[in-house]
């Protein structure tokens, strides 16, 4: 078959302290935020690093009913999930659904970017949070 994942995205890490984050990886990494964004539908506020092609995205819940914010009080700060992109999420969608992948979205959503994105539920995907997105520039 062809391959799907055309490439990592980004890396998304849920932390309590979005700017404590954002400074740690300047300071450490000598990273700069390329793009920040509050996604409403999602509960979260996003602060985007570019590495290369893809992105390392900090995460914090916008409010307490946020997955973010759920996941921070079981698992702790630390890797939420990973996202790949791919160039056609719906198609992908289809794809994975027929293999038997446990789907979050059933169909597309729009993301951040104004990227088109979809969850695959980290229970047939060897525990990891998957997140398909699709460049729709
Ligand atoms: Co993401």
């Not at 690093?49 to 700060?77: C, F, N």
Request: charged share 25%.
């Amino acid at each position: 078959m062809e391959p799907l994942l055309s490439e990592i995205d980004h890396v998304a890490i849920a932390v309590n302290d979005l700017d404590a984050a954002v400074t740690w990886y300047e300071d450490v990494f000598g990273a700069s935020v390329v793009h920040r964004e509050v996604v409403d539908s999602d509960g979260v506020s996003e602060a985007l690093i570019k590495v290369a092609d893809s992105y390392i995205q900090l995460l914090t819940p916008t409010r307490p009913d946020s997955p973010v914010a759920k996941y921070l009080e079981k698992k702790g700060e630390g890797l939420h999930h990973v996202g790949y992109r791919v160039t056609d999420c719906e198609a992908a969608l289809a794809s994975l659904r027929g293999a038997g992948a446990r789907l979050i979205d059933e169909v597309p959503r729009p993301g951040s970017r104004g990227t088109m994105v979809a969850f695959v539920h980290p229970k047939t995907a060897f525990g990891t949070l998957i997140e398909l997105v699709q460049d729709t520039h």
